[in-house]
């Protein structure tokens, strides 16, 4: 299975144009950068990738973009990559958005041989709609539109609540590249920390697998108990020093300090987390909530790329390319922290095993609806892990300044935008005022002190009642 080069390694595996590459890593973290570069040397193009993301312009898989060597991708996050976006906007790349846990759990899925299942994620959206824009022209019209989803009502396997689930196929691709810390010569596999992320999944669901490695032992050296992959999924291993890029490297003491009104919103957030609890927090403004929790209160910080007991940013020496959270952020852990793969991280989420989920919105509306991944034509972050989060059956809190930049509201009688999820969000808490979301409507708890009810009215389009112990 060793293989002298990335060439050769791929030569192994067959890979033509036109056929399907399955791709591990999330962000730049565990990516098999030697593999890809050699992909780049080739003539080899049209090719479906599936990924969690697309790198950046100059690294991962941007640089495949770059070379147009790749027609379509399907992925749950476009983030920071403007080549990506613009190709997808441009008409130059088709984009299959997949919300990543129902991404890792069909790769999952592929490799287990079993050719779907149903998940409650994006249930109610235009995911299972149908007519998601998966290639525009240059018109910038949509000129291929995603199919409709099956969808089947099941009761919830933990709350017994009758819920609409749709039926996803899972993925098999033609060859997997993966990252991996150390290897044997049979291809047992160890991964580092949260490097880990969708490397099992995707080596799981390749007909070739090519594992790329840091350290090769004799077999037989590494203990049966640590082998995180089982060697019968690799095919071809290849031994790699390729450089490691951090995608956003955050060291402790680099907490930029909040306007006023955003750190009203952290400062408020906060106390929604109760001590013992298991917590995931969106990327963006809720990621700084912990620095503002109340003192005695201890919590399990969630990062779907793999990690339970996220801790503060490192100090310049403990920066490590391979401890990143789901913001691509670098960051420690805490006493009882445990790593994982992204199927498992989404079986903790969409399993109801996570207490609560804090990430932030475009726009809700009055039944507690949600959208916060896409602008349609404008603005394509992609969903990553929201449409999982706020399908789980959580409770789910939104932080998110009251009005646009423009003053529009962004509390709606009716979301405007595509949802992220249906009668999902329990709780809103902005700059002016705390709602809970009610069988009744819209509950106004609480208002700032510097604010009147009559304000908050002008500025929130649906309608909503008053609490009568209105703090």
């Given at each position: 299975?060793?293989?002298?080069s990335?060439?050769?390694?791929?030569?192994?595996?067959g890979?033509?144009?036109?056929q399907?590459?399955?791709v591990?890593g999330?962000?730049?973290?565990?990516?098999?950068m030697?593999?890809?570069?050699?992909?780049?040397k080739?003539?080899?193009?049209?090719l479906?990738v599936?990924?969690?993301?697309?790198g950046?312009?100059?690294?991962g898989?941007?640089?495949?973009?770059?070379?147009?060597?790749?027609?379509r991708m399907?992925?749950?996050y476009?983030?920071?990559?403007?080549?990506?976006e613009?190709?997808?906007?441009?008409?130059?790349?088709?984009?299959?958005?997949?919300p990543?846990?129902?991404?890792?759990?069909?790769?999952?899925?592929?490799?287990?041989?079993?050719?779907?299942f149903?998940?409650?994620?994006?249930?109610?959206t235009?995911?299972?709609?149908g007519?998601?824009?998966?290639?525009?022209?240059?018109?910038g019209k949509?000129?291929?539109?995603?199919?409709?989803?099956?969808?089947?009502?099941?009761?919830?396997?933990?709350?017994?609540?009758?819920?609409?689930?749709i039926?996803e196929e899972?993925?098999?691709?033609?060859?997997s590249?993966?990252?991996?810390?150390?290897?044997d010569?049979?291809?047992?596999?160890?991964?580092?920390?949260?490097?880990?992320?969708?490397n099992?999944?995707?080596?799981?669901?390749?007909?070739f697998?090519i594992?790329?490695?840091?350290?090769?032992v004799?077999?037989?050296?590494l203990?049966p108990?640590?082998i995180h992959?089982?060697?019968?999924f690799?095919?071809?291993?290849?031994v790699?020093?390729?450089?490691?890029?951090?995608e956003?490297?955050?060291?402790?003491?680099?907490l930029t300090?909040l306007?006023?009104?955003?750190e009203?919103?952290?400062?408020?957030?906060?106390?929604?987390?109760?001590?013992?609890?298991?917590?995931?927090?969106g990327?963006?403004?809720?990621?700084?909530?912990?620095n503002?929790?109340p003192?005695?209160?201890?919590?399990?910080?969630?990062?779907?790329?793999?990690?339970l007991?996220?801790?503060p940013?490192?100090?310049?020496?403990?920066?490590d390319?391979?401890?990143?959270?789901?913001?691509?952020?670098?960051?420690t852990?805490?006493?009882?922290?445990?790593?994982?793969?992204s199927?498992?991280?989404?079986?903790?989420i969409?399993?109801g095993?996570?207490?609560?989920?804090?990430?932030?919105?475009?726009?809700?509306?009055?039944?507690?609806?949600?959208?916060?991944?896409?602008?349609?034509?404008?603005?394509?972050?992609?969903?990553g892990?929201?449409?999982?989060?706020?399908s789980?059956?959580s409770r789910?809190?939104?932080?998110?300044?009251?009005?646009?930049?423009?003053?529009?509201p962004?509390?709606?009688?009716k979301c405007?935008?595509?949802l992220?999820?249906?009668k999902?969000?329990?709780r809103?808490?902005t700059?002016?005022?705390?709602?809970?979301?009610?069988?009744?409507g819209?509950?106004?708890?609480?208002?700032a002190?510097n604010?009147?009810?009559?304000?908050?009215k002008?500025?929130t389009?649906?309608?909503?009642?008053?609490?009568?112990?209105?703090k």
């Open positions: 299975k060793v293989l002298p990335a060439a050769a390694a791929l030569k192994k595996s890979l033509k144009s036109s399907t590459l399955l591990g999330f962000g730049l973290c565990g990516i098999p030697a593999l890809i570069s050699a992909i780049r080739t003539e080899i193009k049209d479906t599936v990924s969690n993301n697309c950046v312009d100059d690294w898989l941007g640089i495949l973009l770059k070379s147009r060597q790749i027609k399907v992925s749950s476009v983030g920071e990559n403007a080549e990506f613009r190709q997808y906007l441009g008409g130059e790349l088709e984009v299959l958005l997949t990543q846990g129902t991404l890792a759990e069909k790769l999952r899925a592929g490799g287990a041989g079993i050719p779907g149903y998940t409650a994620t994006a249930a109610g235009i995911l299972q709609d007519g998601f824009p998966i290639k525009y022209g240059k018109d949509a000129t291929l539109l995603s199919d409709p989803k099956e969808s089947k009502t099941f009761l919830n396997p933990k709350t017994g609540e009758k819920m609409e689930y039926l899972s993925i098999v691709g033609d060859v590249l993966i990252k991996a810390y150390k290897a010569r049979f291809g047992n596999l160890m991964f580092r920390s949260t490097a880990r992320n969708f099992p999944d995707v080596a799981r669901a390749g007909k697998t594992a790329e490695v840091e350290e090769l004799p077999v037989g050296e203990n108990e640590d992959l089982p060697g019968v690799v095919d071809a291993i290849v790699s020093d390729f450089e490691k890029r951090i956003k490297v955050k060291t402790a003491g680099t300090s306007d006023p009104l955003r009203r919103i952290v400062k408020r957030a906060a106390k929604e987390l109760e001590d013992g609890m298991t917590v995931n927090l990327i963006g403004v809720p990621t700084l909530i912990p503002y929790l003192e005695g209160v201890s919590v399990m910080l969630q990062s779907e790329n793999g990690l007991g996220m801790g940013y490192p100090s310049k020496d403990q920066v390319a391979d401890m990143i959270n789901a913001g691509k952020e670098t960051i852990y805490v006493p009882g922290a445990s790593v994982f793969s199927s498992e991280s989404f079986a903790m969409r399993g095993h996570v207490d609560i989920t804090v990430l932030g919105a475009l726009e809700v509306a009055q039944d507690g609806s949600l959208a916060n991944w896409i602008v349609p034509g404008k603005m394509v972050k992609g969903m892990g929201a449409m999982d989060l706020v789980s059956g789910v809190v939104v932080t998110m300044e009251h009005t646009t930049k423009k003053g529009q962004k509390i709606l009688k405007s935008l595509p992220t999820g249906t999902c969000v329990d809103i808490i700059e002016m005022a705390v709602f809970d979301i009610t069988p009744d819209l509950l106004l708890i609480e208002r002190s604010v009147t009810v009559d304000q908050i002008q500025a389009e649906a309608p909503f009642k008053v609490a009568q112990d209105l």
